[in-house]
């Protein structure tokens, strides 16, 4: 059955008696109606976590007219909030670089409407994947980067993803390091794939290394990009078992199937809301 249209409200704030009851009777008194809601209290910080979805005509006013009412309530509570309307989709831009499998597969997400979301560009700094792209409708714009001046080729990256007014940037197997100023401009937003069950075997050719290593799992873990290389908060991890009859080339190929999985699964929970930042964590409201 197809969910009417919602809003989703994600909020954190320090922890006390009370936040839940305030919130709904918030909603409650403007007759809005809860399809969904979830909560979590982290005993050592103290803090509190929720995410509700509000079914949008329940409520007598717009989404807009939502953050205004509800302002003065989360400035008491000293919330870190947010909210979003499910009818207006997050636009994402993609880069991939020379490994088609990732992009392949939220193509075909997004063509089946899996993914509620735009994409709304694909970079790369190859022309491997233009016909494809293009194929798909999506503009495609080739950035090469050159190992004397990636300065340049961030530049222009920085200027068509802010020109396509993207929410969201995906690293589909971007093989290239994003600079920490790209980083810090933009916060929450840049999501990588790392073919490696972090913080094991960092850095390149991880199957490799796992092979080496004679592990039994192999894994992959998709998180946000921040300026210390493949250590931003985690948002989905899974692995597969492998064993000793299992050669280099078998352990990537199972490895790019999980990191499709992976990918998909971590982008779809932050394209619904259900990701909340936490320091160098995330609460995960699946």
Known sequence: MHKARFYTLVASCPDQVGIISRVTAFIAEHRGWLLESSFHADDIDQRYFMRIEVRADSLAFGVDEFRL???????????????????????????????????????????????????????????????????HGIPFHH???????KQTAFDAIGKIVDAANADTIVLARYMQILPAEFCARY????????HSFLPSFVGAKPYHQAYTRGVKLIGATCHY???????????????????????????????????????ARGLRYHLEDRVLLHGNKTVVFR
């Open 225 to 263: 990009v921040t300026e210390a290389l493949d250590e931003g908060p985690i948002i989905e991890q899974d692995v597969i078992r492998i064993d000793h009859s299992d050669a280099v080339e078998d352990i990537v190929r199972y490895g790019k199937d999980i990191e499709k999985t992976v990918l």
């Open 187 to 194: 916060p929450g937003r840049v999501i990588n794939i790392h």
């Open 143 to 149: 950035v090469p980067v050159m190992a004397a001046d």
């Open 69 to 135: 009412h509800f302002a003065s309530l989360a400035t008491e509570l000293k919330m870190h909030w947010r909210i979003a309307d499910s009818a207006e989709k997050k636009r994402v831009v993609v880069m991939v670089s020379q490994q088609e499998h990732c992009l392949y597969d939220l193509l075909a997400r997004w063509q089946s409407n899996e993914l509620n979301s735009d994409i709304v560009a694909v970079i790369s700094n190859h022309h491997n994947f233009q016909g494809v792209v293009e194929w």
